[in-house]
């Protein structure tokens, strides 16, 4: 390995870390969560691994960063833990392919075709959503409950994705060109 692909991959790897940390950081720190739905900033890191990194970073920042939130929160570490894992890495990983593709098919970066940036931002987001729903119908399945009753609440958690989504896509776009200004990006590419 040469020594400048080794300062990529050690860059990489440390500003992975630092994403998850961050993500971890957000999601029990600036939340309202109540039980019917949840806004929080945590999805931030997630885009912004997906949009620096690619699919496979932005995946890992979301599987690690809810892992880690799962177990220290308050749910710890259960049975159905993979099951709300699973969301916040599928989320880092339309966030990726979104950016990977917008890279290849016009030559720009994600954070410069703001419109993209909105609908990849809220696709993931509605992913997240149907696999957290997924997931709440499986564990319903496992322990024999009801799952009828957060139907009603489906309107109300999308809705809350999707602005969710709105307000990091807002943030991640002047942030991603003032990083990238910064030259804290370099090693980035």
């Known amino acids: ?3 400048a692909r080794s300062y990529v991959y050690v860059y990489r790897l440390c500003a992975t870390a630092l994403l998850i940390a961050m993500m971890f950081l957000l999601k029990r720190t600036i939340a309202i969560e109540t039980p019917f739905f949840k806004l929080n900033f945590a999805s931030l890191p997630i885009m912004l691994g997906g949009m620096l990194f690619g699919p496979v970073v932005g995946m890992l920042v979301g599987l690690l960063g809810e892992l880690i939130a799962q177990i220290i929160g308050p749910y710890g570490l259960a049975p159905t833990t993979v099951l709300y894992v699973i969301p916040a890495g599928l989320r880092g990983l339309v966030v990726g392919l979104g950016a990977l593709w917008c890279r290849q098919a016009t030559g720009k970066r994600l954070e410069n075709r703001p419109a993209l940036c909105y ?3 809220i696709a993931g987001a509605v992913t997240n959503t149907v ?7 499986i564990e319903s399945v496992m322990y024999h409950t009801e799952f009828a009753v957060h139907i009603p609440f489906l309107p109300a958690r999308f809705a809350t994705g999707i602005a969710t989504a709105v307000c990091v896509t807002t943030v991640c776009v002047p942030l991603m060109h003032a990083l ?6 370099k090693y980035a590419e």
Do not use: C, D, Q
């Not at 990238?180 to 990006?185: F, I, K, P, Y």
């Open 131 to 137: 696999a957290n729903t997924v997931s709440i119908w």
């Open 180 to 185: 990238r200004r910064s030259g804290v990006l």
């Open 1 to 3: 390995m040469t020594k």
């Open 119 to 121: 609908i990849v931002g």
